[in-house]
């Protein structure tokens, strides 16, 4: 089990890197070529990455806050039945 972590940590890596260098690349590198270059049929149009990189985000965040409420509700029910035990009848 150990070892099947170990490999999708180092995919998710491998898959954030490259993304990463990807974007670089994309919005930094390709506005000082011409126009012309070949390396500008390797891209869509940078509206369109801008586009992916806010609605990506927003999923990411969304859900992170989402499970952060998830985990917080089920912190705050058990908090309260340690605190409050069912009285003895």
């Given amino acids: 089990m150990i070892g099947n972590d170990r ?5 998710l ?3 954030g ?3 990463m260098l990807y974007f670089t690349v994309w919005f930094l590198l390709l506005p000082f070529f011409d126009p012309e270059h070949r390396i500008h049929d390797l891209f869509p149009s940078v509206q ?3 586009v992916l990189a806010v609605s990506s ?3 990411f965040f ?5 499970q952060l409420c998830e985990t917080l509700e089920v912190m705050s029910g ?3 039945k340690t ?3 069912k009285p003895f009848n």
């Fill in 13 to 15: 890596v491998i898959l």
């Fill in 78 to 80: 058990s908090t309260i």
């Fill in 83 to 85: 605190i409050y035990p």
């Fill in 17 to 19: 890197t490259t993304t």
């Fill in 48 to 50: 369109l990455g801008l």
């Fill in 62 to 66: 969304g859900s992170l806050g989402e």
């Fill in 7 to 11: 490999l999708v940590g180092v995919l």
């Fill in 57 to 59: 985000g927003t999923l």
